[in-house]
């Protein structure tokens, strides 16, 4: 497998939310949209190479002067398990969100992100919140998209929880065949060179 790797949100993606969209006391403002990634994503050594467009589900509330947005994503990939090296298939999907002020950066009550005072109802208060510049009529959201993505990417992919890998004297798939190679060859300062490592 190659091809070209992307290591960004692609350029072409086109998933801004309209900020008017988002109405006070109204219905939630919901998007979905199919984003092609275009090529492999590398993450932990490994490349991701799309097998399904990268779905992202955008649901946006305005409370109080900020927009509270949900990013809800899956996508599948192929990729080589870290064992025994076969091309595998896998799903991903994952859920974030963020909250985003329109105040005027600077404002003097803008130092609330982290209190955890409760008034954005997070049990944990652990939510940043974006200050955006209340001229802007869209809030882009590839890079929210792309961050969910990433963080959901396992950074160790087997094919089994139980690939038995290749063999560390021939080469062989253990998965599929029987090499008979007895492991005498074993040296235990492999052992530490690899702890080293
Ligand atoms: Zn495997
Ligand atoms: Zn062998």
Redesign the pocket.
Known sequence: MTGKKILEPPAEWDCGIIISDIRKNGEPCVRDFGLELGGAVEYCGQNFFPASPLHALITANRESGRLVIRVEINCEFRVC??????E?GIAIEGQMMYIFSLRQSGASDEKTSRSGEGDIGEPDGAVDIIVINPLDAAIDMSPYIWENMILNLPPRV???ED???LCPECGSNR?ETECGCTGDDYDPRMEVLKKLM
């Open positions: 398990c870290h064992r025994c090296l076969n595998t087997l094919c089994a690939c038995r890998g998965n």
